[in-house]
C-alpha cells in the first residue's frame, strides 16, 4: 500500500489524528438564493438566473426551506444552533464558480458545538465532536471529458451553482481510518432519517475533505496535517486515511517533515498525491456578505424544527431492542433505513408476536433475499406476509418446516405468503392418537435417548420432537407433538 511497508512496532509509535469535513446538499426543491430548480441531471446549463450566474444587479433571497433543513441536522447531530448567525463571501477564482465567491459561513456560522456517538471495535461507543455546521452555497462542475472538443476545452455546467449545502466540520477527535468510517456510516444514517438530504455519494450530495495527521504517542501537540479532498466513497475514505498515515510516519522516520497541503485520492492507485499547498483562511478574503441580512433563528422557530425531529437511529435502536427482544444485530439490520424501520414496526404491532417477525424477517426472509442477491424492496413476501407467518407458527397451525417450504413456493412462483399459504393450506396432524402412535415408533428405536432423558437430561426432549416432526414429514401441529412428546417420556 504505502511505497515502502513500516513495520508494526514503527506504525505503534504513533498516533494519528483525524478530522472529517462533510458537504452535504440539502434536499430542497429549490436552490439557496434562488428559485432555480435544485435538480441532479438536468440538461447543462438549463438549471440557471441572473442570480446564480451572478448577473449585474441580481439580489439572493435565503430559501426558508434549506434554513429549516440544516437546523435540523443541526439539532439532530446535538449542535447548539446560533441565534444569530452571518453569511459571508468565501472568495476565490475558478471558471465554474462565476460570482467569483461563494456564499458561505465564516465566524459565526448556524451552529456548533455538537457531537454524534459511533460504536467502536471492542463494542462501546465514542463519542466524536462536531465543532460546526454552517449553511453555503456550491459551485458548478467543470466537465474535462465525453465532448467531441473535451481535449482542448473544458466544458462548464453551472446547475450546481448555488445548491444549498451544509457543511458539518468534526472535532480532530477521530483516531484511525475505521472510527473515521463509523462516523461517516452514522453522520450519513442520521441525516437520511432527518429526511435533509438523499445522501446521494454518487450524484455528489454526499462530500467528504479528512484532515489527517500523526503525532509520536503521548505527544499533545498535533502533527502538521495534511489534507485528502474529495473522496467519493466511505471505504475509500478510510482506503486513502490508511495510505496517508504511513505516507506520514515514513516522511518522519526517514527524517523529513510533513508539508500542509491538500492531497488527492487516486482510487485506481490506492494512494494520495500533492494537489497544492493548503490554503488558510485568510487566503479566501472572508468578509460578511453585504446581500444578506444576519440570519436570526427565533426560538419559536427553532422548537418547531425541533418537533420536526424523528427518533433518530440510535435511539430508535435501543427502544427496540428492548421492546421486540432484538440482538443489537439485528437491531442495526432492521434500522437499516427508516422507511424499513418503519415499515417493520407498523407490521410487527399487529402480530401476536412480534419478536417472531423480527426472526422471519431478517432470517426466513433475508436470508433468502441474500442468497438471491435481491433487496428488500423485491421480495415477493410483503411485510403482511411475515405477520400472517409469523401468526400461524405462533398458534400452531404450521410447522417451521412448512413455513420453510411455503417460503420457497412463494420465492419459486413470485407470489406473497398469503395466496401461496391459502392454496397450499400444508395439512396438519391434530389427531393425538396418530401423533402418539409416531412418538410411541421413535421411543422405541431410540432407548438410549430415553435413558438419558430419564436420568434427568430434559433437553434430550428436542431430539424426540425433531425425529417424530420429521417421521410426520413437518405435519404434526407442533404444540401438541410438544406436549405429547413430554407426556410419553415422563410416562
Ligand atoms: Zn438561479
Known amino acids: 500500500m504505502s511505497a515502502a511497508a513500516l513495520s508494526p512496532e514503527v506504525l505503534a509509535k504513533y498516533e494519528p489524528v483525524i478530522g472529517l469535513e462533510v458537504h452535504v446538499q440539502l434536499l430542497t426543491a429549490s436552490k439557496a438564493f434562488c428559485g432555480c430548480a435544485n435538480h441532479f441531471g438536468s440538461a447543462p446549463n438549463s438549471n440557471v438566473c441572473p442570480v446564480c450566474l451572478a448577473l449585474p444587479g441580481a439580489l439572493p433571497v435565503l430559501n426558508a426551506k434549506a434554513v429549516e433543513f440544516a437546523t435540523l441536522a443541526a439539532l439532530a447531530i446535538n449542535c447548539q444552533v446560533r441565534e444569530r448567525s452571518i453569511f459571508a463571501r468565501k472568495n476565490y477564482f475558478y471558471p465554474d464558480l462565476p460570482k467569483g465567491y461563494q456564499i458561505s459561513q465564516f465566524d459565526k456560522p448556524l451552529a456548533e458545538h455538537g457531537w454524534i456517538d459511533v460504536p467502536t471495535a471492542d463494542g462501546t461507543t465514542k463519542r466524536i465532536g462536531i465543532t460546526r455546521l454552517h449553511m453555503e452555497e456550491d459551485a458548478g462542475k467543470s466537465i474535462h471529458d465525453g465532448f467531441v472538443d473535451s481535449a482542448n476545452h473544458t466544458s462548464l455546467d453551472l446547475n450546481r451553482c448555488g445548491t444549498p449545502l451544509a457543511e458539518i466540520v468534526s472535532e480532530p477527535d477521530i483516531r484511525t481510518p475505521d472510527e473515521a ?55 475509500f475514505v478510510r482506503a486513502a486515511l490508511e495510505y496517508e498515515i504511513e505516507r506520514q510516519i515514513e516522511v518522519i522516520e526517514s527524517g523529513g517533515r510533513v508539508t500542509q497541503e491538500s492531497r488527492l485520492w487516486n482510487a485506481a492507485e490506492g494512494r494520495t498525491y500533492s494537489m497544492r499547498s493548503k ?75 412480534p419478536h417472531r417477525v423480527a426472526n422471519l424477517l431478517l432470517s426466513e426472509l433475508g436470508g433468502r433475499l441474500k442468497a438471491l442477491g435481491l433487496e428488500q424492496e423485491q421480495s415477493p413476501v410483503s411485510m403482511a406476509g411475515i405477520v400472517l407467518a409469523a401468526d400461524l407458527l405462533d398458534e400452531g397451525k404450521i410447522s417451521s418446516k412448512q413455513l420453510k417450504q411455503l417460503f420457497d413456493l412463494c420465492f419459486e412462483k413470485n407470489e406473497d405468503f398469503a395466496a401461496v399459504y391459502e392454496r397450499e393450506k400444508p395439512e396438519q396432524i391434530t389427531d393425538s392418537s396418530a401423533i402418539e402412535a409416531l412418538i410411541d415408533q421413535v421411543i422405541e428405536a431410540n432407548p438410549k435417548q430415553v435413558e438419558q432423558y430419564r436420568a434427568g437430561k430434559k433437553t434430550v426432549a428436542g431430539f424426540f420432537v425433531g425425529q417424530v416432526m420429521k417421521a410426520s414429514k413437518g405435519q404434526a401441529n407442533p404444540a401438541l407433538l410438544n406436549e405429547l412428546v413430554t407426556k410419553k417420556l415422563e410416562g
Open 181 to 235: 468510517f463509523e462516523y461517516l456510516v452514522r453522520l450519513k444514517e442520521i441525516l437520511l432519517y432527518c429526511g435533509v438530504s438523499d445522501c446521494n455519494m454518487e450524484e455528489g450530495s454526499l462530500r467528504c475533505d479528512a484532515n489527517v495527521s500523526v503525532r509520536p504517542k503521548g505527544q499533545e501537540k498535533f502533527g502538521t496535517k495534511a489534507e485528502v479532498k474529495n473522496v467519493n466513497s466511505f471505504r
Open 279 to 353: 490554503e488558510q483562511a485568510h487566503d479566501y478574503r472572508y468578509f460578511p456578505e453585504p446581500d444578506l441580512p444576519p440570519l436570526l433563528i427565533s426560538p419559536e422557530f427553532l422548537a418547531e424544527t425541533r418537533k420536526k425531529l424523528p427518533e433518530l437511529p440510535e435511539t430508535r435502536r435501543a427502544r427496540m431492542i428492548a421492546e421486540y427482544e432484538l440482538t443489537s444485530r439485528d437491531a442495526f439490520a432492521l434500522t437499516a433505513t427508516r422507511e424499513f424501520a418503519d415499515r417493520f414496526e407498523a407490521a410487527a404491532k399487529t402480530a401476536k408476536n
